[in-house]
């Protein structure tokens, strides 16, 4: 036996001299509470990951490409109203009280999103909450962490824009400090709104339904923006014959958006600023809203944070009741697959539509899908100086356009796959289970609807444009072999470059391996069409002045991108299999 | 039923796992013992097919891992120590899916699940998403889906973790069970009260390599430990110092 030990003196109480003095709470500061954020987003900033350089660069070509479009339209617009006499100031505050107005109803939707995660499912809440953390502590760190994690993208599209109006407009070196003065409420305030109606909601409903219908609502919405600002054909209000008469349209603008909203305050702060009459009023509005509202918000939080936080831990109950008509129905249809492949392709299936965030994409999917149908319909094909050639050639830059769209489609919805699998990887692995049949499952389940989606958007769009017969069947063969590409190459990035750890499937697709799938993509798109061009307009052209197109142009062209898309389809599904093999977790 | 000959795992240059040598027989239930580190669920999860050796061989009912992964691995279940399963499949659909990948379907297949769900008291869960289970409850639906394509050969990592007492207690049951029936069980753990009592044989792995190695009586005889019990055995080859400075921790 090991000599049993003396535990009377190491348990004893603290002796004195220690760090604390008797009587006092503990008190951790609001800094300390975000400490572990700090010291995560360093050392990941000091990571050695790989393509972590190559990354970044992209990222930043990408960003500042952004930023210089953004600048540049802006600023030649600007340029222009600045120069157009009486309305020309009120063309610029109107453009930027709308485009305000869009930050802060994306503000709030993000920020009633991510208070959900940061308030109420993160996983460093059980230590906080648990500890000795004061409550308006606790609030401070968590509204931070919100307003970080919701505006940053805002603030980065805002920099190019003010940059745009303190340039035009004179605004000098003291412009960017006012514009911090300005947006940094505007920030805050939808923060804190955000978590108020996210801290009533969890109150209602328990977290994770919370999650399930805000994600929903979110998709929904934005969806329901972007249809309608497309269906209302903005373009048609440029045309000068809709305005009765310039003391009207004057009216309109002169007319506030919406004066309450603090979007309107900033936009009459910058533009009162940049025209020389500052509107203190403005100012002072913002910085005593955002306090009130803090304030408020924070008498909120600690009347319902702890019921709220205690209900966000029951989880919702969701039975399933198998042996419907569908399921039985699947059952049947998938029969023929034998039973290992059938049920991969059930659990496929199922945890795709059980899962709100990712099935709730589907509804912006389908928006994009009639916003492009929506401007084929519209594209101006028809009169004078449109050619044959170019109503032919429309539906083969469709290939491009549609391309993208379903390498878009399958980066978010077949590139996870094999990620997804990570936490899973021990049963699947001590399986006598192939890896190629669980390859199988995942490329075939994402690209058949794929392959519908893509077979019925270029059908319509050709059917709307009524193209050769020649087009028709170019274009459904070429999107049809371009998605089986297009998978392929999805699933094998996806499993080259797997993010085993990440749990959001829609976070994947901006991994370096998903930059990496884009990048082929593009490439597989791009040649594929440049292969076909050739033939294509040798055909065209012999169709045109009644001759006959060279056979052995056509077979080599369209033989090429056939044998290019199937080499991208097969290849990257054959280092998957083998990088899957070599996988140990 | 599970034959080991110098098999070895190194990451780099670190050797995790260094030339052991194991011999399971056909009926027996078998403890893997070790500190934290030492080596056991590396070694578990290459005989479960999930990493792969840097040399040696594994042979499962006969057949080797390296040469025929997929029938070594037909004659196998495996139970990890982290209960990580599909969140959006219903208990009965989880273990329809692992049924699924040994080829297992049917009526059979559907009252074996039936019987292990109501063994572990989850019959009134098994139409809930796994999301809303807890823990324990995820382990024993895990456990389950060991069981239910009746495999020849049971890997077990840390089977007590999360498990409430009467499951803990129907799971000793399942395994003696299960190894009188004639099947073969390997299990990890720390609580040395159950591998003591339950265990046929047992090996004692520390730092990559087995130290110890046979039944109690023999472990007692090789390591001269007279009438000790396994905890005593188990800190004199891991280190019983560990706990010398006890004193000089707490006043710190």
């Not at chain 1, 392959?451 to 063969?477: E, H, N, W």
């Amino acid at each position: 036996m090991p000599e049993q030990q003396d535990f009377g003196a190491a348990l004893a109480p603290r002796r004195s001299g220690s760090q604390r003095t008797v009587g006092m709470l503990p008190d951790p500061p609001l800094l300390h509470l975000l400490l572990p954020k700090w010291l995560t987003a360093r050392s990941r900033a000091a990571s050695g990951e790989k393509g972590r350089g190559a990354r970044i660069a992209v990222l930043a070509v990408t960003g500042f490409l952004f930023w210089a479009f953004v600048f540049g339209v802006l600023y030649r617009l600007l340029t222009y109203f600045r120069g157009v006499q009486e309305i020309g100031q009120l063309l610029a505050g109107k453009l930027l009280g709308l485009i305000l107005l869009g930050f802060t109803s994306i503000l709030l939707l993000s920020n009633v999103i991510t208070a959900l995660s940061s308030f109420f499912l993160a996983k460093d809440l059980d230590m906080l909450v648990a500890g000795p953390v004061d409550w308006l502590r606790l609030y401070g760190a968590k509204l931070l962490e919100t307003v970080v994690a919701s505006s940053w993208m805002v603030l980065l599209v805002s920099v190019p824009m003010f940059t745009a109006y303190g340039m035009v407009y004179d605004g000098g070196w003291f412009f960017p400090l006012v514009v911090i003065a300005l947006m940094l409420p505007l920030f805050v305030i939808p923060a804190v709104v955000g978590s108020a109606v996210t801290l009533a909601l969890v109150n209602i409903f328990p977290a994770r339904r919370t999650r399930d219908i805000l994600s929903v609502i979110a998709v929904m919405t934005a969806g329901g923006i972007v249809l309608l600002f497309r269906l209302i054909r903005p373009e048609q209000l440029a045309r000068p014959e809709g305005f009765r008469s310039l003391v009207d349209f004057i009216a309109v603008l002169r007319t506030p958006t919406s004066p309450l909203l603090p979007s309107e305050w900033v936009q009459k702060a910058t533009m009162g600023y940049l025209n020389g009459e500052p509107d203190w009023l403005a100012m002072y509005l913002l910085w005593t809203t955002a306090a009130a509202a803090i304030v408020l918000g924070a008498l909120l939080h600690r009347w319902l944070y702890l019921d709220g936080f205690s209900k966000a831990q029951e989880s919702a109950q969701q039975f399933v009741r198998g042996g419907g008509r569908l399921a039985r129905f699947g059952d049947w249809a998938l029969k023929p697959l034998g039973t290992l492949r059938r049920e991969l392709v059930l659990k496929e299936l199922r945890l795709f539509f059980r899962d709100t965030t990712q099935w709730s994409q589907l509804i912006l999917l389908a928006v994009l899908v009639v916003v492009y149908v929506f401007n084929i319909k519209y594209l101006p094909l028809r009169g004078e100086g449109i050619t044959f050639f170019l109503v032919n050639v429309v539906p083969f830059l469709n290939l491009v356009l549609a391309g993208f769209v379903l390498a878009s489609i399958a980066a978010r919805f077949i590139f996870p796959g094999v990620s997804l699998e990570g936490r899973t990887l021990w049963l699947l692995r001590s399986s006598p289970m192939r890896v190629r049949d669980l390859l199988w499952a995942k490329f075939w389940v994402g690209t058949t609807p794929l392959l519908i989606l893509a077979v019925a958007i270029v059908g319509v769009t050709d059917y709307m444009l009524q193209v050769t017969d020649f087009m028709f069947y170019v274009s459904v063969i070429t999107i049809t072999l371009m998605t089986f590409a297009l998978s392929g190459l999805a699933i094998g990035f996806g499993t080259m470059f797997p993010q085993f750890e990440t749990e959001n499937a829609a976070q994947i697709p901006t991994s370096f391996g998903g930059l990496l799938y884009m990048m082929a993509s593009v490439a597989v798109i791009g040649g594929v069409v440049i292969l076909e061009a050739r033939p294509v307009y040798s055909y065209l052209s012999a169709k045109a002045f009644g001759t006959v197109a060279d056979p052995t142009e056509l077979v080599l062209g369209f033989g090429a991108a056939a044998l290019l898309c199937i080499g991208a389809t097969i290849v990257p599904i054959n280092i998957a299999l083998n990088r899957l093999e070599a996988v140990e977790r | 039923m599970i034959e080991i000959l110098k098999l070895t795992k190194q990451y780099g240059d670190f050797t995790a796992v260094d030339a052991i040598d194991l011999v399971v027989p056909r009926g027996e239930l078998f403890g893997f013992l070790g500190p934290n580190g030492a080596g056991k669920t590396t070694t578990l999860r290459m005989i479960a097919g999930i990493l792969k050796p840097t040399g040696g061989t594994i042979r499962v009912a006969g057949v080797d891992m390296r040469a025929d992964p997929i029938t070594a691995k037909s004659k196998l279940g495996f139970i990890p120590d982290r209960p990580f399963i599909y969140e959006k499949l219903t208990g009965s659909e989880f273990l329809r899916f692992v049924a699924g990948l040994y080829d297992q379907r049917g009526d059979e297949v559907e009252h074996r699940a039936r019987e292990l769900l109501a063994l572990f008291d989850l019959e009134e869960w098994r139409d809930e998403l796994v999301e809303s289970y807890s823990h324990g409850m995820r382990q024993k639906l895990i456990i389950s889906s060991a069981f239910v394509h009746r495999p020849e050969v049971i890997v077990v990592d840390e089977p007590m973790v999360g498990l409430d007492p009467k499951a803990a207690r129907i799971l000793k049951d399942l395994f003696r069970e299960y190894t009188n029936r004639g099947h073969t069980i390997i299990f990890s753990t720390h609580t040395l009260e159950v591998a003591e009592s339950l265990c046929d044989r047992l090996a004692i792995i520390v730092n990559g390599r087995i130290k110890a190695y046979g039944t109690m009586v023999e472990l007692r005889r090789d390591l001269e430990g007279g009438e000790r019990g396994l905890e005593e055995i188990f800190l004199r080859l891991t280190g019983e110092n560990a706990a010398r400075n006890l004193m000089d921790v707490l006043d710190a």
